[in-house]
């Protein structure tokens, strides 16, 4: 069955055992998980998605596992993917004592998983969808307001626009404030502006990903949603060169004997597991001798804006519907 994000409070979750926690919103997938975790006092047994694919006996082993000596146990199985819907499937029809909970990405509606637990009378499906900027405001009010810190209501939606619809995101700001003001009770909007940064990073990040994965829609979509300034062409062109060199780096560690997966998986910094069917996308959509020249053309574009600060962001607009490819001219009016 499926219960909304916003229903947990009313509804009767304790007689369930078996929860898909799926969604973007990763702090309120927290919150939820915590929610059904505190409705069972019990052992809490952490699982990455990764571990169980690799060795699934033991994992079943340890699910069937009663204990007469043992309390009641909670199984978290995090990072989960489609990759995993059978031993969901199979978990579910089982009568299990234990809480199991499993941490989802985004799962699309075609999902065997997401459609048969969605229909299932014993587990529980729970959508986290981004939240609203109204919704992140409140919660950063009620945080001021605790606190009788005084603050402009400009300066809230400042702060909750900047968190992309996360409320995890919104409360690693509020931390940051919190640390910052100790004892001050006013908060202005510059030291709002100059001590969060998540949103533009963040869309940043997206412009490059959507970009590099010669997605014309989505890119445009953000070019249109941003004002962009002329000193985020240097911040978007930093993020372009850091993520054009990771997918180098990555074909240069690609040999006959290696799949992507397993290069991806091995790629040092660890890649982050969100981010990794974008990064192979992109890695089967470039060609060795394209991301050299790709990487070639930002520094030389980096050069011209350095030198034309006044032309920057129609430098860097030019360029993205460059490497969009020539289709995406179509979208330029858009985006001006």
């Known amino acids: 069955m499926i219960i909304k994000s916003f229903e947990i409070e009313k509804k009767k979750i304790s007689k369930f055992k078996f929860f898909v926690v799926y969604g973007e919103n990763e702090g309120l997938k927290n919150e939820i998980i915590n929610k059904i975790k505190n409705e069972q006092n019990a052992e809490e047994i952490k699982y990455d998605e990764t571990q169980i694919l690799k060795n699934k006996s033991e994992f079943f082993n340890e699910i069937k596992n009663k204990s007469f000596f043992k309390n009641k146990r909670t199984f978290l199985i995090e990072r989960c993917t489609n990759k995993i819907e059978e031993i969901v499937l199979e978990i579910c029809e089982d009568n299990n004592e234990d809480l199991i909970i499993f941490n989802c990405g985004l799962l699309e509606k075609k999902s065997k998983l997401r459609n048969h637990i969605e229909k299932s009378l014993v587990g529980v499906i729970i959508p986290c969808y981004k939240d609203n900027s109204q919704s992140l405001a409140n919660i950063a009010k009620n945080f001021f307001n605790q606190r009788k810190i005084s603050i402009s209501y400009e300066t809230i939606n400042l ?27 006013i908060v202005t909007q510059k030291e709002i502006y100059t001590l969060t940064n998540l949103y533009e990073n963040y869309s940043a990040s997206e412009l490059v990903d959507a970009t590099l994965s010669k997605n014309i829609k989505k890119a445009c ?27 180098n780096n ?27 069917p974008i990064i192979k996308k992109q890695v089967q959509i470039w060609s060795f001798e394209k991301i050299k020249l790709l990487i070639f053309k930002l520094n030389d574009l980096e050069v011209k804006i350095k030198k034309n600060n006044s032309l920057s962001l129609v430098l860097m607009k030019n360029f993205i519907y460059e490497t969009l490819d020539q289709k995406a001219n179509n979208y330029s009016l858009l985006a001006r």
């Open 159 to 185: 702060l909750a626009s900047r968190c992309n619809g996360d409320r995890g995101y919104l409360q690693k700001e509020l931390d940051k404030v919190s640390n910052y003001l100790n004892d001050k009770k």
């Open 221 to 247: 979509e953000i070019l249109n949603e941003n004002n962009y300034t002329h000193e985020d062409t240097f911040l978007i062109l930093r993020v372009f060169l850091q993520k054009a060199k990771k997918i």
């Open 250 to 276: 990555l074909m240069e560690n690609i040999d006959g004997e290696k799949n992507l997966d397993e290069v991806i998986s091995k790629f040092r910094p660890p890649i982050f597991w969100k981010d990794k």
